[in-house]
């Protein structure tokens, strides 16, 4: 049962990233990429995390915890460049 429920996760979360890189590629302005680019990091850090869980490695979990980290100074450069420019 267990099994079923994380294929099901695991499918919608790949459902979720292929509609967030549609979002990506197609937006119509900077910002609404920007915000793509943080859902994909978040759909990343669960993909991430479900690999943890199917193959019993706790070692995921740091890697999807230094993933977050990235990713979000990413996103913090991301909104400096809009607010101000580089």
Known sequence: MTDKILFVAGVL???SL???LYRFFMGPGFVNRAVA???LG???ISLIGLAAVLFDRALYLDVALVYG???FL???VIGRFI???L
Do not use: R, T
């Open 83 to 85: 607010e101000k420019g």
């Open 13 to 15: 979360i790949f459902i």
């Open 18 to 20: 292929i509609l967030a």
């Open 69 to 71: 980290l990235l990713s």
């Open 74 to 76: 990413g996103i913090i």
């Open 37 to 39: 680019f943080d859902v």
């Open 42 to 44: 978040i759909f990343v």
